[in-house]
């Protein structure tokens, strides 16, 4: 099994870390014909509008949406779900939109508000400590959308939609890799 | 800080990585920045290259336009504060920017300290020529690093000798046993610790980006490929022939810098670049790298 990692911006290297000390291959995708040759991608943390630029330059943009529609299993981490969702509150850009929500970026506000909370996480025995950074905040999801955990205030942040995670915080940078294994149970 | 906000801190720069940091001076400026794929703005009163041709005291930003920048964007929003200067660096919090860079473009307010950055909740970004400063800085507070080059030139040298310093260090430490990082400590000045860490991640234990004179798509691609983890450009963009275009190329060069094709065609036909300085021509006592170590 191969996961790709959107390979421009970002959480990448932590992304691969937690990866490879599950004895997972990576790879980073970063043109259309990389999307061929992975069992599922992550869309790692970083700047969402950075990312769109990206994929649109190198020709990654529509065929990734093809690549989703098809089945092929997503791990959204932060900017990965604003990247997916149906609608973005309070910015003009551009989503893929293949994910049942809308969002608001930086719905927590800025860099003064992140945080780390310990979060229940359905399925999970012990609590996860969760990692958000300039986090966007899930509004509302499509009725197809489980939501899998809440923050403290109510707000979903583990959302799954089938194939696709969208997760609004960061287990990247934590030692915790229960997340990551659900996902790549999930592709067997 | 406690330990939460070092991992939110330190984590908010390993979000950045891969990305080109703008130097802004209006919101109209940190828009164009947000469309060519900035990763975030840097707001300031002047760009480098003006601040070295006005002379006089370079300050923190006027509150008013931090305020726009951030009304505009819906990227982060640093800005500069003077070197030692804890009252900056309190108002800037107060208006609650993502990052501060304690900055050695803006004349220093205190050439013997550094601000304690751990007594804040924001992160700082500080610069660096070796892994001495670097890691100085860290253990002040800092949570990103970036090489301080020469800024406001348009020329590259200094950043390439700071990250290839940098680099080279990290090699030096990571090849010690662990009895000989004593003496390194002693004599780069710095916490054992940090020493250990670095040998450990081979490695700074924070994200280290370029900055200082980068000026086009191929030198920030060249930072890249010398090791940064991304590209800070102050007067690069806003000194140029046409700045939107020269941003969107600068950015898309760094997330392909492995792509010599790629950067090729985006250097085409740019228009020029801002006019570059030498560095040899520059007096010591102005160049703006000496301050702060």
């Given amino acids: ?188 | 800080m406690d330990n939460n906000r070092v991992v939110t801190n330190r984590g908010l720069a390993q979000m950045l990585k891969g990305g080109v940091i703008m130097d802004v001076t209006t919101a109209e400026q940190a828009l164009v920045a947000q469309k060519a794929g900035a990763i975030a703005v840097m707001a300031l009163e002047r760009v480098p290259a003006d601040i070295r041709k006005a002379g006089g005291v370079a300050r923190m930003c006027d509150p008013l336009k931090v305020k726009e920048i951030q009304k505009a964007v819906t990227i982060p929003v640093m800005a500069k504060c003077r070197i030692g200067h804890i009252t900056e660096a309190r108002v800037l919090e107060a208006l609650h920017v993502d990052y501060i860079d304690e900055s050695e473009v803006l004349t220093p307010a205190d050439e013997e300290n550094h601000i304690d950055k751990l007594q804040f909740k924001i992160p700082f970004v500080c610069g660096c020529r070796n892994i001495g400063e670097a890691l100085r800085r860290i253990s002040e507070g800092a949570s990103m690093i970036r090489t301080k080059g020469e800024a406001g030139t348009g020329n590259v040298v200094e950043a390439v000798r700071h990250m290839r310093k940098v680099q080279a260090q990290i090699r030096w430490i990571a090849s010690m046993q662990d009895d000989e990082l004593f003496t390194a400590a002693k004599e780069l000045q710095v916490p054992i610790s940090l020493l250990h860490e670095v040998k450990k991640q081979k490695r700074l234990p924070v994200v280290n980006f370029a900055a200082g004179g980068i000026a086009t798509p191929s030198d920030a691609a060249l930072m890249m490929h010398l090791g940064a983890d991304g590209v800070f450009v102050g007067s690069g963009i806003f000194k140029s022939d046409n700045p939107t275009v020269m941003a969107n190329a600068i950015v898309k060069a760094v997330a392909n810098w492995d792509k010599p094709e790629v950067i090729s065609s985006i250097s085409m036909g740019l228009g020029d670049a801002m006019k570059g300085l030498d560095i040899h021509l520059i007096d010591k006592k102005d160049r703006l790298s000496e301050r702060g170590n």
Avoid at chain 1, 30 to 43: A, R, S, W
Avoid at chain 1, 113 to 129: C, N, T, Y
């Fill in chain 1, 1 to 188: 099994m191969k996961i790709g990692i959107l390979g421009f911006q970002g959480s990448i290297e932590e992304h691969e870390a937690t990866l490879h000390s599950l004895e997972i291959e990576t790879y980073r995708v970063k043109t259309k014909e990389d999307l061929n040759v992975i069992d599922g991608l992550i869309l790692p943390g970083g700047e969402s509008t950075h990312m769109l630029m990206a994929m649109k330059f190198n020709g990654l943009y529509d065929a990734l949406k093809e690549k989703i529609n098809s089945n092929l299993p997503i791990f959204a981490t932060c900017a990965g779900v604003v990247l997916l969702s149906r609608s973005i509150e309070n910015s003009e850009q551009e989503s893929i939109g293949v994910l049942d929500a809308v969002v608001s970026r930086n719905g927590y506000g800025p860099q003064y508000f992140s945080f780390i909370e310990e979060v229940k996480i359905e399925g999970f025995k012990k609590e996860f400590r969760a990692v958000f950074i300039r986090a966007p905040i899930v509004r509302s999801v499509g009725t197809q959308v489980k939501v899998l955990a809440r923050d403290k205030m109510g707000n979903p942040i583990f959302i799954k939609q089938n194939h696709i995670f969208g997760l609004t915080f960061h287990p990247e940078l934590t030692k915790d890799d229960r997340l990551h294994k659900l996902f790549i149970e999930t592709i067997h």
